[in-house]
T-cell receptor, first 115, second 115 residues
Framework: NAGVTQTPKFQVLKTGQSMTLQCAQD?????MSWYRQDPGMGLRLIHY???????DQGEVPNGYNVSRSTTEDFPLRLLSAAPSQTSVYFC??????????????FGQGTRLTVV | AQKITQTQPGMFVQEKEAVTLDCTYD???????LFWYKQPSSGEMIFLIY??????QNATEGRYSLNFQKARKSANLVISASQLGDSAMYFC????????????FGAGTRLFVKA
């Protein structure tokens, strides 16, 4: 059981480049989300999805796009990378949007550096 | 709006002693859940404990307990008999029904356990 798989683990981008961070889960979870982790700021929600075809913005959505065409996959796109997007990115999934007490399962994170 | 506050950037505790990590939250939603996660230096996120807003008793999971004071909007994590392996970053998180079930996190507290 792979859980939540994020790729790549490390990435260096030049300012203005675009890329997609991949996230896949094999637990049939409805709810998926992307966070960025910066020192002293905890994890900040970028975008989330409550099911295939449904996405919404979190706390810090600017500069990022998402789509959810399948239950399993929730890619995060950086359209034009900026140094301010240097961070560690985590993808997470939960069993159901309708239940409060289901914990999130996290991927191993992607360390992104924009130069 | 949802808000989570962790006011202790860092904490020290002697091995085998108990430690309390503080978490306060703000919400107008009567239905919400509170979570604690541990992030060791390796970077993965580990779910520790959950407390629902309607739960009458404080949650416990092994050496972890959650001191839930609803009127004060606090959800402090208590770790009993600290171990060296407890040294990590600890995050408090909240999920609201009215917030589309999105989960937001506090800034975290880094715990250092001394031998």
């Amino acid at each position: 059981n792979a859980g939540v798989t994020q790729t790549p683990k490390f990435q260096v981008l030049k300012t203005g480049q675009s890329m997609t961070l991949q996230c896949a889960q094999d637990m049939n979870h409805e709810y998926m989300s992307w966070y960025r982790q910066d020192p002293g700021m905890g994890l900040r929600l970028i975008h989330y999805s409550v099911g295939a075809g449904i996405t919404d913005q979190g706390e810090v959505p600017n500069g990022y796009n998402v789509s959810r065409s399948t239950t399993e996959d929730f890619p995060l796109r950086l359209l034009s990378a900026a140094p301010s997007q240097t961070s560690v990115y985590f993808c997470a999934s939960s069993y159901s949007k309708g239940i409060l007490n289901t914990e999130a399962f996290f991927g191993q994170g992607t360390r992104l550096t924009v130069v | 709006a949802q808000k989570i506050t962790q006011t202790q950037p860092g904490m020290f505790v002697q091995e085998k002693e108990a430690v309390t990590l503080d978490c306060t939250y703000d919400t107008s939603d009567p239905s919400y859940g509170l979570f604690w996660y541990k992030q060791p230096s390796s970077g993965e996120m580990i779910f520790l404990i959950y407390q629902g807003s309607y739960d009458q008793q404080n949650a416990t999971e092994g050496r972890y307990s959650l001191n839930f004071q609803k009127a004060r909007k606090s959800a402090n994590l208590v770790i009993s008999a600290s171990q060296l392996g407890d040294s990590a970053m600890y995050f408090c998180a909240m999920r609201e029904v009215g917030g589309g079930f999105k989960t937001i996190f506090g800034a975290g507290t880094r715990l250092f356990v001394k031998a």
